[in-house]
């Protein structure tokens, strides 16, 4: 479902496009780079969740205190760059025990970046007065490193992180049972997935993609990290099932 079928919230920012997909829930898009990167505010009545920061090439922090003023963690999907961004604003920050995570946490230079910020990457061009050739990933601190299945009870909503390895072997979703909620991060999203870089481990994205699946039935809503904000739990039966042909050399049917 792409961002016009939901609210917009006005954040005062010509980069950030915010809409409010359900009562306490924000997505927080980056629409003009060419990931289309996804964060998500999740506020209850004593705290607030952030799944992911973005790129950060503009602060998001200022944005997320235009949505609330409770105290923020920060978890991540995964620790790829356009995931993690804006992870350096913020003084609590939640990760795993990966050895994945802890190298990414130390930040990535330009060079290995600048393909993110050509004239190509952007629609309508980079954001107002960034200086495109200084981008990089800054470094972070992690306050805390969860296991699988740890709960964060954020007032009037509890969310559990399960690590889902595959896409990155840091790789998360964020489960809302009670209210039939998954963000997928980048194991799921509506655009072919990325599947061919160093870390990727496609046996392990099986399993996680399997257990996932398998909560698919109690859900009422995907929310993943990229290119469009909601779709039906049913896709991911339908993207195990086109896993699997593929890696038995099979065709797949596009979906239109």
């Known amino acids: 479902v792409s961002a016009a079928a939901f609210a917009s919230v006005d954040v005062a920012s010509d980069w950030f496009d915010v809409r409010r997909v359900e009562p306490g829930i924000f997505a927080i898009n980056q629409p003009r780079q060419a990931q289309e990167a996804i964060a998500y505010l999740v506020v209850g009545s004593t705290r607030a969740l952030l799944f992911d920061t973005g790129i950060g090439l503009v602060p998001v ?13 920060v978890i991540n999907s995964h620790s790829h760059f356009d995931h993690v961004g ?19 946490e130390t930040g990535r230079p330009h060079a290995d970046l600048a393909s993110e910020v050509a ?6 061009g980079p954001p107002s007065g960034v ?6 990933s800054r470094a972070w601190r992690t306050t805390h490193r969860f296991r ?7 007032g009037g909503r509890v969310l559990e992180l399960l690590h889902v390895p595959g896409h990155t072997p840091d790789a998360v979703a964020l489960l809302d049972r009670a209210h039939g909620l998954l963000w997928t991060g980048d194991s799921y999203y509506d655009a072919t997935i990325w599947l061919f870089s160093p870390g990727i481990d496609l046996d392990a994205y099986e399993r996680s993609l399997t257990r996932l699946v398998a909560l698919a039935p109690s ?12 779709e039906p739990p049913a896709r991911l ?14 065709g797949v049917r596009v979906r239109e």
């Open 148 to 154: 699988d299945g740890e709960r964060v009870d954020i």
């Open 61 to 73: 922090r200022p944005i997320v205190e235009r949505l609330t003023t409770l105290p923020v963690t």
């Open 219 to 230: 859900l009422r809503r995907l929310l993943p990290a990229h290119n469009t904000i909601s």
């Open 237 to 250: 039966l339908e993207t195990l099932d086109a896993f699997r042909a593929l890696r038995k050399g099979q």
């Open 131 to 136: 200086d495109t050739a200084a981008f990089r």
């Open 86 to 104: 804006g992870n350096a604003e913020f003084s609590d920050v939640w990760g795993t025990e990966t050895a994945f995570t802890r190298d990414h």
């Open 119 to 124: 004239s190509d990457a952007f629609c309508n």
